[in-house]
């Protein structure tokens, strides 16, 4: 950063307000010339969608979901965050990276994932780097690691993380402007990297405290902006760059499980959303009403001949009311439809999951009583092979 002396003027003690004119001026000159510098003058990336501007409506909801080209594994629902988010550095939107549920330390880790562009080459020194803001909770550690084999992939162990490493306070920038730091890495490659994975990939226990959580499930997340995969030799990018993007942007799964980008050497995997209107349940009551009895019915009978993978039954409300209530009335209307399924299909107890998620994912908006009935629903995602 520039010293005090260049950034003000010292002759004209009056001018406050251009002093800070100033020093706003310099900062934002400064960041634009790091972000440039730090690695040799090339435009070539390997990441997709690298500054997170890129929204994803995700299939499942016909709404807007997360970044495109990233995808979140284990589990795939995406994480919502308090409506505090770190200041931008650059664009509208930052990456949210999860780092630990307060609540169930134990429970399956959470990580980011893409895939590269371009297959890295054996032997070649690539320059990653990004800008980290952990948003006034301690800074402990993020990992970075690649992959050959996709993370969402059956059977997929962290074991499978080429040459994983993690950044702490020691290797990487103090806070460079409001919040933010600077990570950057010069990376040999193996020959064998497809995918790049980020988040607590060790699965450590982070000595976070309760009032760090930033949600109600007691999550705790870093945020990443401007993520850059370059090579030092400034080779051109491949040719396939272009469809690996087009393919990143198609996947548009986002809250159903043992969704692949990549189907190679895995069974094909085909998904079915049921969207039921809140008029299948008697009015503010999670009880069932008989003709969407039948609806389940014929629906199970059609699992039968498929390998059925997974049911979600996600329960969603309108804006009206509290929303704790909301809450806990989408939760008892999923529960109620899984637990019929369950009466249908005892012997797959363990595949079929309900969740409650009130108000917060609607796929219109509240303004119209038509909009609000739309927001009453029930999702059911249905993920199967054709083949049982």
């Known amino acids: 950063m520039f010293p005090a002396s260049v950034l003000y003027s010292t002759s004209v003690a009056s001018h406050t307000s251009a002093s800070i004119l100033s020093l706003a001026f ?20 390997f990441f997709a969608n690298p500054g997170f501007e890129d929204i994803n409506i995700c299939t499942e909801y016909t709404a807007p979901c997360e970044k495109e080209g990233w995808f979140y594994i284990k589990p795939v629902t995406i994480p919502v965050y308090s409506k505090t988010a770190p200041p931008q550095l650059t664009g509208r939107e930052s ?13 399956v880790k959470q990580l980011v994932y893409t ?28 990992d970075i690691g690649f992959s050959k084999k996709e993370p969402a992939t059956s059977g997929f162990e962290t074991t499978d993380i080429l040459r994983a490493k993690s950044f702490t306070k020691e290797n990487s920038d103090e806070d460079f402007y409001r919040g933010w730091r600077i990570i950057q890495y010069d990376y040999t490659a ?18 976070f405290e309760p009032k760090h959580r930033m949600n109600t499930k007691g999550m705790v997340y870093y945020f990443i902006d401007d993520i850059k995969l370059r090579p030092l030799d400034n080779m051109p990018m491949c040719i396939s760059s272009a469809k690996v993007i087009t393919k990143l942007y198609a996947q548009n799964y986002r809250h159903t499980d043992k969704t692949v980008w990549d189907e190679e050497n895995e069974k094909a995997l085909f998904t079915d959303t049921l969207t ?14 008989p003709v969407f009895k039948k609806l389940i019915d014929s629906l199970a009978l059609s699992l039968i001949n498929k390998g059925l993978i997974s049911v979600m039954i996600e329960g969603h409300t309108d804006n009206a009311g509290a929303a704790l209530y909301n809450l806990k009335l989408s939760a008892e209307r999923a529960i109620s439809v899984r637990d019929y399924f369950l009466l249908l299909l005892p012997g797959d107890a363990d595949k079929i999951n309900a969740i409650g998620k009130g108000e917060l994912f609607p796929v219109t908006d509240n303004k119209t009583k038509i909009g609000m009935a739309k ?14």
Do not use: H
Not at 131 to 140: D, E, G, M, Q, S
Not at 190 to 207: H, V
Not at 376 to 387: A, P
């Open 26 to 45: 310099w900062r934002t000159f400064l960041l634009l010339s790091l972000t440039s510098l730090s690695s040799p003058i090339f435009s070539q990336n």
């Open 95 to 107: 990456m949210a990276i999860p780092m630990q549920n307060m609540y169930d330390q134990a429970s």
């Open 115 to 142: 895939m590269l562009l371009c297959p890295l080459e054996k032997n070649k020194i690539y320059r990653l780097s990004f800008y980290l803001n952990t948003l006034n909770r301690p800074f402990y550690k993020i």
């Open 190 to 207: 193996t020959g064998d990297e497809r995918f790049f994975i980020t988040g607590n990939i060790s699965g450590d226990a982070l000595l």
């Open 276 to 289: 039921v209107p809140s008029v299948f349940f008697e009015t503010d009551k999670a009880i069932l009403k």
């Open 375 to 388: 927001n009453r629903r029930v999702n059911i995602i249905l993920t199967y092979t054709k083949d049982n």
